[in-house]
Nanobody, 114 residues
Framework: VQLQAYGGGLVQAGGSLRLSCAAS????????MGWYRQAPGEQRELVAG???????NYADSVKGRFTISRNNAKNSVSLQMNSLKPEDTAVYYC?????????WGKGTQVTVSS
């Protein structure tokens, strides 16, 4: 299974970005899909996740600002990020679980300038 992430970039504080991720390869059913991020010198942390049934969970720091969604037919997941803050600056990673195996996409940089 390969995960390809799109989006990211440089935006001013208060702006918006949308990240998308598509899975390809041998796919039976993706269980949870989500996004993690890692800032310099920090550990990788969960940003948002969504189950195959559409149940979502968010890090407290992004609640009310970020929205995760998925398209099960396309094995894709997206993250709409609004009201971005400089502290959202990080490398964002797409993640998916299939049959207990975790898959990671290459990170995409999100930089929020103040």
């Amino acid at each position: 299974v390969q995960l390809q992430a799109y989006g990211g970039g440089l935006v001013q504080a208060g702006g918006s970005l949308r990240l998308s991720c598509a899975a390809s390869g041998t796919i039976f059913r993706m269980n949870t899909m989500g996004w993690y991020r890692q800032a310099p010198g920090e550990q990788r942390e969960l940003v948002a996740g969504i189950t195959v049934f559409g149940i979502t969970n968010y890090a407290d720091s992004v609640k009310g600002r970020f929205t995760i969604s998925r398209n099960n037919a396309k094995n894709s997941v997206s993250l709409q990020m609004n009201s971005l803050k400089p502290e959202d600056t990080a490398v964002y990673y797409c993640n998916a679980d299939q049959s207990g195996t975790n898959y990671w996409g290459k990170g995409t940089q999100v930089t929020v300038s103040s």
